[in-house]
């Protein structure tokens, strides 16, 4: 089974940085697409940003200038650089990608266990 492990969540005062990773756990054929989501209390899980094999990326407008989502196929992992953070940014983040485990397997989608950040005013 893959797993993808999150970490570099936080508590962090607003206009500050923190730094994500999400690396997929155990040796696969390749990665398609991945990307990252959050989810605050009371409402649905969002996209926050996402990036193809090619490093085509795309953002949620809220974090357009402020959030970078990058990847290493080499290591299974992408990142998100989240700098001038602000209180609204406050959610539970999570890792996706679509994995293919086996050269002849078709792509699926994983979840991360998700990652605390908290953004005080």
């Known amino acids: 089974q893959v797993q993808l492990v999150e970490s570099g969540g936080g508590l962090v005062q607003a206009g500050g940085s923190l730094r994500l990773s999400c690396v997929a756990s155990?040796?696969?054929?390749?990665?398609?697409?991945m990307g990252w989501y959050r989810q605050a209390p009371g409402k649905q899980r969002e996209l926050v940003a996402r990036?193809?094999?090619?490093?085509?990326?795309n953002y949620a407008d809220s974090v357009k200038g402020r959030f970078t989502i990058s990847r290493d196929n080499a290591k299974n992992t992408v990142y998100l650089q989240m700098n001038s953070l602000k209180p609204e940014d406050t959610a539970v983040y999570y890792c996706?990608?679509?994995?293919?485990?086996?050269?002849?397997?078709?792509?699926?989608?994983?979840w991360g266990q998700g990652t605390q950040v908290t953004v005080s005013s």
């Open positions: 996706n990608a679509e994995v293919v485990r086996y050269s002849f397997s078709s792509p699926r989608d994983y």
């Open positions: 155990r040796i696969i054929f390749s990665i398609n697409d």
């Open positions: 990036i193809t094999r090619e490093t085509i990326t």
